[in-house]
T-cell receptor, first 112, second 113 residues
Framework: LAKTTQPISMDSYEGQEVNITCSHNNIATNDYITWYQQFPSQGPRFIIQGYKTKVTNEVASLFIPADRKSSTLSLPRVSLSDTAVYYCLVGEEDNAGNMLTFGGGTRLMVKP | DTGVSQDPRHKITKRGQNVTFRCDPISEHNRLYWYRQTLGQGPEFLTYFQNEAQLEKSRLLSDRFSAERPKGSFSTLEIQRTEQGDSAMYLC???????????FGPGTRLTVT
């Protein structure tokens, strides 16, 4: 699985848009990019997944440039409840294991 | 279906004791995963099942760790002769085959004294 690099922490304020960028220079052709969110004392929760260009759902948007060596998770108008750790993962969806490899994640703190 | 459930939510045990955790996945998911998470770190993959077959177990931390999924439904993770370093959150997740969208349970927090 390709290694990912993302900021250790970020601060934001309520109502702002937050963009978290993840680097994955060694991404393989068949790899997808997936983001998970984790609140304290809970298991991670799937947010969004993409392969290229842009993906949007009711929670977030995922921007992937043409070279796919990075990706940006965009959270529109964050609230205090978006304070969590966000993990970027890269891997092949149909591989035999689908074992997720989590890095350290980005700790987002949303302030009032 | 209310999601993935894990039991117990908290377990305190003395060093050297055996512990067993249970995971009930989402019923239509045939893949089940176990992860361990220590404070400040991301979850670490341990093992996974497709139905009752354990397809990957080389990441289990030592031979003190074992997992079963006897009928392809719920799973158990056992740690024998617990050590203080085993203190962590143990997470279970389930999914459909080939999907990176895994659904995690709330975890079992183990404290070894």
């Amino acid at each position: 699985l390709a290694k990912t690099t993302q900021p250790i922490s970020m601060d934001s304020y309520e109502g702002q848009e937050v963009n978290i960028t993840c680097s994955h220079n060694n991404i393989a052709t068949n790899d997808y990019i997936t983001w998970y969110q984790q609140f304290p004392s809970q298991g991670p929760r799937f947010i969004i997944q993409g392969y290229k260009t842009k993906v949007t759902n009711e929670v977030a948007s995922l921007f992937i440039p043409a070279d796919r060596k990075s990706s940006t998770l965009s959270l529109p108008r964050v609230s205090l409840s978006d304070t969590a750790v966000y993990y970027c993962l890269v891997g092949e969806e149909d591989n035999a294991g689908n074992m997720l490899t989590f890095g350290g994640g980005t700790r987002l703190m949303v302030k009032p | 279906d209310t999601g993935v459930s894990q039991d117990p939510r908290h377990k305190i045990t003395k060093r050297g004791q055996n512990v067993t955790f249970r995971c009930d996945p989402i019923s239509e998911h045939n893949r089940l995963y176990w992860y361990r998470q220590t404070l400040g770190q991301g979850p670490e993959f341990l093992t996974y099942f497709q139905n009752e077959a354990q397809l990957e177990k080389s990441r289990l931390l030592s031979d003190r760790f074992s997992a079963e999924r006897p009928k392809g439904s719920f799973s158990t993770l056992e740690i024998q002769r617990t050590e203080q370093g085993d203190s962590a959150m143990y997470l279970c997740a389930s999914s459909w085959p080939g999907s990176y969208e895994q659904y995690f349970g709330p975890g079992t927090r183990l404290t070894v004294t």
